[in-house]
């Protein structure tokens, strides 16, 4: 099979953004965890807290610099591959990848240093508020690449000028589009709950192993609130976002939904094989109406089908309706997961279920597939367009041959799965580590320390550069 410049241009950018968004999904999360922990150290000073900190620092810190260098070979591919769209989109996007440069990345960097290798080195408040820094910069940066992606799902406050360049004219417009807050809270809490399920399940790992371990108890009991109490809420914030996806790309609600046929009171297709030459979906096994009340919160609302639409507008049904599947069906087993937890917390056996720790093992992976699928439903969903109705695919890529990008491809093919692969061995080597923090220390409210003794740090220990 012969491919085209564009397939392989398209594909390229598929297989390193999804590289990449694995370690976002999950710094941006691990940021905070880390921000929490040092939190409840200085609060209550039990010992528990600052060893599950040591613990997830090195991890945060290779996360970290895989997710640098995976985002910064992604956006060469804008001038290499994609010229046309950089050219024409320049003026809108490109500020607004520079203000998470000069914002978030700045601010991550500046106290980067710090949180890793400062504990010993500054007092404890000033190295809790590094580590707070770097929780707000890993979010900020979310926000401006958000942004981006939003407004070219969504273009707003633009004008275009007489090269055919889009213009900023409302920048508040541009920053805040139509679909850029339910898109931004929708990711935010996947980052958060991805980096749930992988603490969740390193924890009980260790307590498969180790019954008695405090610092598995205490990872898999925070990650297991965080999966009870988020979980219903990115639930609803999906809905929501799909409802603002009704209102500006219904092409892809009908992608996502499998449905060719617009109609009303239609059915949710639980199951189904989508055939784009047919303009069907086989074998469908579906709800009667279901689909219009959860996307028209009526029983009798109209659902659009792709027929409704030219077919050179099509996205991909193929695709798009499967990885929505598994996005949502990964959602609703982080749900039971999560109301299960509660069943055991509420009985005093969270800890001593080897049941629901293998569960929640398995469940570990789970955030990076969900995050993937739901990368592939907003991408592929988009297409034929980079810039949603405005600019087209076809017409965003650079005069290049298929065998240039086709060689560049394998190359990255196998550079990313040698040192990403060294990565993440790394990380998993290390999260198989037995995990500290039996010793618990003074509850908040008590000494800690005899009047008049000055104890050695108690944050001593820290990560050496050479580790």
């Known amino acids: 099979m012969d491919f085209s410049a564009i397939d392989l241009a398209r594909f390229q950018f598929a297989f390193t953004v999804s590289f990449h968004i694995i370690f976002p999904s999950f710094t941006i999360g691990l940021a905070s965890y880390l921000m929490v922990l040092e939190g409840l150290w200085l609060a209550t000073r039990r010992e528990v807290y600052l060893q599950l900190f040591k613990y997830w620092l090195k991890i945060f810190a290779v996360a970290f610099g895989m997710g640098v260098v995976s985002g910064i070979v992604m956006t060469y591919q804008f001038g290499t591959n994609w010229s046309v769209f950089s050219d024409k989109t320049g003026p809108v996007l490109g500020p607004l990848m520079g203000y998470e440069v000069l914002s978030a990345f700045f601010l991550e960097a500046g106290f980067l240093g710090i949180m890793l290798f400062g504990l010993n080195r500054v007092g404890p408040r000033l190295h809790f508020m590094a580590t707070a820094m770097v929780a707000f910069g890993t979010a900020l940066s979310g926000f401006w690449i958000l942004s981006v992606n939003s407004w070219m799902q969504t273009p707003a406050g633009y004008a275009i000028n007489e090269a055919g360049q889009f213009i900023p004219e409302n920048w508040f417009e541009i920053v805040f589009n139509p679909s850029f807050p339910y898109r931004l809270v929708h990711m935010m809490l996947a980052a958060y709950l991805t980096t749930a399920f992988v603490v969740g399940a390193v924890g009980a790992w260790h307590l498969l192993k180790e019954r008695g371990n405090q610092g598995a108890k205490v990872m898999l009991s925070m990650a297991m609130w965080m999966a009870a109490l988020v979980t219903p809420v990115q639930i609803m914030a999906g809905d929501m976002h799909g409802l603002n996806t009704l209102e500006h790309q219904p092409a892809k609600i009908a992608a996502m939904e499998g449905h060719f046929e617009g109609e009303n009171g239609a059915p949710l297709i639980l199951f189904g094989i989508p055939d784009m030459e047919a303009a069907e979906t086989h074998y469908r096994v579906e709800v009667p109406k279901l689909g219009s009340l959860i996307l028209t919160h009526s029983l009798d609302g109209r659902v659009p089908g792709l027929k409704d639409f030219p077919r050179e507008d099509w996205p991909n049904a193929s695709i798009v309706f499967f990885s929505f599947r598994v996005m949502v069906g990964i959602g609703f087993l982080m749900l ?102 039996d010793a618990q220390g003074p509850e908040k409210g008590e000494p800690t320390r005899a009047a008049g003794v000055t104890p050695a740090p108690a944050y001593a220990d820290e990560p050496k550069p050479a580790e």
């Open 336 to 437: 039971g997961i999560g109301v299960w937890s509660l069943y055991l917390r509420w009985r005093g056996t969270l800890a001593d279920t080897p049941l629901f720790h293998r569960a929640v093992l398995m469940m570990g992976p789970t955030g990076f597939i969900a995050v993937l699928a739901g990368w592939i439903t907003t991408e592929v969903g988009r297409q034929p367009y980079t810039v949603y109705g405005l600019l087209r695919t076809s017409d965003s890529i650079s005069p290049v041959d298929a065998p240039a990008v086709a060689t560049s491809l394998v190359i990255f093919i196998v550079v990313y799965f040698i040192v990403f692969g060294i990565g993440t061995g790394y990380i998993l080597k290390a999260m198989g580590k037995r995990p500290g923090g």
